[in-house]
Structure formats: C-alpha cells, structure tokens
C-alpha cells in the first residue's frame, strides 16, 4: 500500500515539445506529493509540490495535475529544453509518518535539439 | 535558501576501513535528516531516518551496526559506513526537512550526494 508507480521509464521529447510524467498511488494517507529533479552525480531538486486540496499546480513551465478520486498525478514539462534532461522522481508522503518519501521509480528524461 | 550540503562528494576506501559522511543543513535547523542509498538507473533508497537528539530509525533489511548514524546537532548528520565491502559502493544522498516556513516538514531538501567506492 506505499508504492508510488510512475511511467514511462524513460521518454524522449523534442525541444519546445511537452513532456508528461504519470504518477499512482496506492496509500490514500498520503497528503504530500512533490516532484525531484535530478542530473547524473547530483542530489534530487525539489522542483515542484502539491497537496490534495487542489487540482493543479503551476510554477513557470512545469505543471502539476491531480486527480484525487483516480490516485494519480502527473507532471507537464511545457517549451522542454535540452536543459531539462535529466531523471525525475515523483513522491507521496503523510504528514504524521515524519514526511518519510516513498519515491516512484523515475522517469530518464532526453529533450533533443 | 534551504540548501543542503555533504562532505565529501567522493571517497575511495579499501575494504575493512570505515567512512564518515557528514551531512550538513547550512541554512535552517533541519528537525529530521534521512539517508539514502542510490544504485545506478535507480529510485532512492531510504536507509534511515533521524532526528536530533534520538536514535535513528533504520528501515527493514538495513543494518544499524555497518551503518551508524549519528544527528548530534539540527545542522549536522553523519553517516559511517564501518567495515566497508565493496558491496557497499554506492551513491549516498542525505536529505534534510524543517520548520514551516521552509514548506513544512513534509518537504525534503536533498545533499548533493556522496560517492562511496569501496576497493
């Protein structure tokens, strides 16, 4: 019941192309979904988050969609640059499990010129 | 703000000599420090979970002996690595969480890891 599923596994977009990340669920405690981003060698960067209480969120290119009945939630990566690839993670945690992350397996993101 | 740093960003050991890897939040108070392992191609790993002042919370299949972890501070971890094997080499990452005006103690900041290579 803590598994985050995330799909694809890997996806190639074309510059100025839209990429989408799909994200489930299983744990219906969870109240704390957020995004990592991260390069070879480097630690995650938190990229973006959301909480159950809102259907999407938006900060610059990147978009979060949530759908709470359906258990998912995906991240679009509008105008993708080349500067955008990378792997990313998606995350649920429940505020009283100390913010514990159960992670997806990532997505390896390749945006070509 | 919130920025996370580790030391070192590499070490190579010979087998049976131990590691320590410090992970330090330079910016705020960190309530909660979490230690991951990372393979190739690979999700992370959670190992443990600490927080100030208080023994660690190992998850299943890790063992608190090889790999101690110590939070004697809000702004420090350490993780050492004792006897390291070869089987050990791994990326290691710390994260940190915090106060509210840091998004809450949900969000993590990551370190930007350490890579063990143990020969």
Redesign the interface.
Known sequence: QQQVKQSPQSLIVQKGGISIINCAYENTAF??F?W?QQFP??????LI?IRPDVSEKKEGRFTISFNKSAKQFSLHIMDSQPGDSATY?CAG?K?TS????T????T?LTVNP | GAV?S?HPSWVICKSGTSVKIECRSLDFQAT?M?WYRQFP????M?MA?S?EGSKATYEQGVEKDKFLINHASLTLSTLTVTSAHPEDSS?Y?C?A?GSLSL???????????T?LTVL
């Open positions: 109240d704390y957020p990592y060698g480097k630690g995650p960067a938190l988050a993670f945690s505020e100390g913010s514990r992350l992670f997806g397996e990532g390896q | 996370v580790q909660t979490f191609k690979q999700s992370l959670l979970t927080n990326f990452i994260s969480s998004g809450g103690t949900d969000t993590q900041y990551f370190g930007p890891g890579r």
